[in-house]
């Protein structure tokens, strides 16, 4: 894994230097040769020049997410931010509290760009791929703006050209981009997405298809789970629903994900209709028809079976960890090596305890009793081999095409390092 970023002010000019660092890949995982082949960081480079993920929560906490830092991204909520919360998870850190607690925030920028170009496009040049459809993908952006962006998929190098994006849409859309940025608090979301007093909003999103900029009319309906409004689609007829069809008609609005939100009225200006290809008949059709079948709310909230999580590294969403827990949880984090061969804290939540024999493995396998190792390297082993199938198919396709499955070329070097780490895990 590769961490980047770099610290700006609010007008967007750096501070300090930047931070590109390396963390070490632990020794149950058989990564995506894919992946592999689009950064050209190999598992023993990460093990060379990397800090163990235990260092990396420790500085990150430090030195990056310090108080009334905004981490901000591109795909980050949905995509960076859950890689962070499972790492601080596993390596008993809090996994939330870097996004929210002493004035901290959020926001990814993903959704800016899609709205940006849905309904103030100009002065930006958008990019399409090669079946002509619109995309978003950042590498696509800068080179059609003129922007330097020479290494794509290096984490640093994304920052920066994410930087110079964003002063991009700040140049030519300064009143869009102010706006989104303040609603990034789930506060100023929930004034807009109310059930109090419910209103159309506009809605640019990853799931809406790029035949309309990714963006749509919602309608909030319910109350969803964890704090989210259960939100229809208003482009979508729900006549026909059913309740295997419901999602994407109706969907949750999770208010703290810096969802791109935006009053009806904004698609009065610069001919945005018809640009997401909506009318104000439709919407006002089909929203009638949502409030005339309550049965599609119940649908909509029926609780879904879910497989339990294969490990308990996977378990953070299981629950919250109480306070007695955390306690404890503390205590591992601060624990020096010599301490942890004697800590067996009384832990009531079942996944701490095995959570312990994980952390303790891979940061001080010598304070492992002979039943905790054995515990380990058997969960080692079944977790190498539920990986090893999918890891030696996309292997096969290098060898035989020389490229991945997405077009990227092979690279020898990076592949002969990968049948070396299967190997030495064996």
């Known amino acids: 894994m590769q961490f980047a970023g770099q610290r700006t002010d609010l007008e967007l000019q750096p501070i300090g230097e930047p931070v590109n660092l390396l963390v070490q890949l632990?020794?149950?995982?058989?990564?995506?040769?894919?992946?592999?082949?689009v950064t050209k960081i190999t598992p023993q480079q990460t093990r060379l020049d990397g800090l163990s993920e235990r260092e990396f929560c420790q500085y990150v906490m430090d030195e990056i997410f310090t108080?009334?830092?905004?981490?901000?991204?591109?795909?980050?909520?949905?995509f960076d931010d859950e890689f962070m919360r499972f790492c601080f998870w596993r390596n008993f850190f809090n996994p939330y509290e870097w996004q929210w607690k002493d004035e901290r925030s959020r926001w990814d920028l993903l959704d800016v760009a899609r709205m940006t170009r849905a309904l103030r496009p100009?002065?930006?040049?958008?990019?399409?791929?090669?079946?002509?459809k619109a995309t978003n993908r950042l590498e696509l952006i800068t080179k059609l703006n003129g922007i330097e962006h020479k290494h794509a998929h290096d984490a640093l190098s994304d920052v920066e050209a994410l930087i110079d994006v964003t002063r991009l849409i700040?140049?030519?859309?300064?009143?869009?981009?102010?706006?989104?940025?303040?609603?990034?608090?789930?506060?100023c979301v929930a004034e807009l997405v109310s059930l109090d007093h419910p209103q159309p909003f506009v809605y640019s999103a990853g799931q809406i298809s790029s035949e309309f900029e990714k963006t749509t009319v919602m309608y909030p309906l319910a109350s969803g789970k964890n704090g989210s409004i259960l939100v229809a689609d208003l482009r979508q007829d729900p006549t026909e629903l059913t309740e295997e069809t419901i999602f994407p008609a109706i969907s949750e609005l999770a208010l703290n994900r810096c969802p791109?939100?935006?009053?009806?009225?904004?698609?009065?200006?610069?001919?945005?209709?018809?640009?997401?290809?909506?009318?104000?008949?439709?919407?006002?059709?089909?929203?009638?028809?949502?409030?005339?079948?309550?049965?599609?709310?119940?649908?909509?909230?029926?609780?879904?079976?879910?497989?339990?999580p294969v490990d308990v590294e996977s378990a953070l969403y299981d629950g919250f960890v109480s306070d007695y827990d955390n306690t404890?949880?503390?205590?591992?984090?601060?624990?020096?090596?010599?301490?942890?061969?004697?800590?067996?804290?009384?832990?009531k939540d079942r996944r701490l305890s095995e959570l312990l024999v994980h952390y303790k493995a891979k940061n001080c396998p010598e304070a492992l009793t002979e039943a905790e190792m054995a515990r380990w390297e058997k969960y080692r082993a079944d977790r190498l081999n539920r990986q090893a199938p999918k890891f030696m198919h996309e292997m096969k396709v290098l060898q035989k095409t020389g490229k991945t499955e997405r077009g990227t070329p092979a690279d020898e070097y990076a592949m002969e390092e990968l049948a070396l780490w299967y190997q030495s895990l064996q």
């Open 122 to 132: 100009d002065g930006i040049e958008w990019p399409v791929d090669s079946e002509g």
């Open 328 to 347: 404890f949880v503390s205590a591992v984090r601060n624990a020096s090596d010599d301490k942890l061969k004697n800590f067996h804290p009384k832990f």
């Open 260 to 308: 791109a939100v935006a009053p009806l009225g904004v698609l009065e200006k610069n001919q945005s209709w018809e640009r997401i290809k909506l009318d104000k008949e439709q919407i006002t059709q089909n929203l009638q028809k949502y409030l005339k079948r309550p049965e599609l709310i119940e649908w909509a909230t029926k609780e879904k079976k879910f497989e339990d």
């Open 170 to 187: 700040r140049e030519h859309q300064p009143d869009l981009l102010r706006y989104l940025f303040r609603m990034r608090d789930k506060r």
């Open 26 to 37: 632990d020794e149950d995982t058989l990564p995506s040769p894919g992946a592999i082949m």
């Open 67 to 78: 108080p009334g830092t905004i981490a901000t991204g591109y795909n980050s909520v949905h």
